[in-house]
Structure formats: C-alpha cells, structure tokens
C-alpha cells in the first residue's frame, strides 16, 4: 500500500503547474508546434518589413489640407508633410477621412506645380460629405527631392484630411 501513495504523490506532483526565479538551462530540443509556427510569423513579419522600408511601392499617407478663402494658390511642402524627400511620388486619392464639420460650399484644388495631375476636394452645400473629383493621380518629380503642391480654396476657407495612397521608391 505505502508503493501505491508514493507513486500518487509522485504523479500528482508531475501534473502539477511550476514556475522558475532566475535562469533556466535546456539541453537538447524543445519540440513544441506553438514555438515552431511563431517563429515562422516572425520570420515572414520580418520579410514584410525589409519590403516595405525599402524599394519600390505604395504607403497610405493622411495629409491635413487647410485653405484660407481669397488667399490665392498657396504652396504645400509634400516632403515636409510626410518626413520623406524621395526624387518621386505618384499621389492617388483614396477617401475624406475628415473634414471642419462645416455644411457649407466649398472646393480644395490641388496640382503639381509643373500641372502633371490634379486632385479636386468638394462639398456642395446638399451633400452629406466632401468628395473627391478630378481624382489624379499627381505626379510629383524633382532631382533636388523638394516637392510642392498647389492648393487652392474657394467657396469658403475649410480643412479636409485625405487618404492618399503614395507610390514611390522608398529606398532613399
């Protein structure tokens, strides 16, 4: 009888939970699916990264754009804008995240300085929310990597923040 306690203490203590203070050694493999498969996401978020700061392809980029009604073209710094100074970028529209909230007329015009592209934000007093029309893309290029848009408003001074989706080499 006094075998058979000693082999119950001895199995309930294997199915028991432990927990380690300080440094633990293991020789030999650990051979666990759990550990395995992280390794593997890892490895390919890794891959995903390295692509996606260098080399040729798209970021989504929200830019805030604020007119101020009769002030004429003003010039936007993209560059500064989105901490980049790459030689070129293709802008696309994509969405009117936000707008001022403000149901009145107005209309955002934005262009490349060089007129390769435009990107119309309007909002007609009966609309629920702003639109997007003459929807691009702008192609912006410069050897120096300074890169300004032209922005005008009209109908009344307004602010709209707008999803672009920006192509360009990102290797720089």
Do not use: C
Not at 58 to 65: A, N, Q, V
Not at 136 to 158: A, C, D, K, M, T
């Amino acid at each position: 009888m006094k075998p058979l306690y000693i082999f119950l203490i001895f199995s309930l203590s294997i199915a028991q939970e432990f927990s380690i203070d300080g440094d633990l050694s293991v020789s030999g493999n650990i051979n666990n699916s759990t550990i395995d498969s992280l390794k593997l996401v890892i490895e390919s978020l890794e891959n995903s990264l390295e692509s996606i700061q260098s080399g040729y392809g798209e970021r989504f980029i929200e830019l805030t754009i604020q007119t101020d009604y009769g002030e004429g073209y003003v010039l936007f710094d993209f560059d500064d804008a989105i901490g980049s100074n790459n030689n070129w970028y293709k802008l696309e529209p994509v969405h009117v995240l936000a707008w001022d909230g403000i149901q009145g007329y107005f209309n955002i015009q934005m262009d490349d300085t060089n007129g390769w592209g435009r990107i119309d934000v309007n909002k007609q007093s009966n609309d629920d929310r702003p639109r997007i029309s003459n929807n691009g893309p702008i192609y912006l290029f410069s050897e120096n990597g300074q890169h300004n848009l032209r922005v005008l408003g009209g109908g009344r001074s307004s602010s709209v923040d707008i999803l672009l989706r920006v192509t360009s080499d990102w290797s720089n």
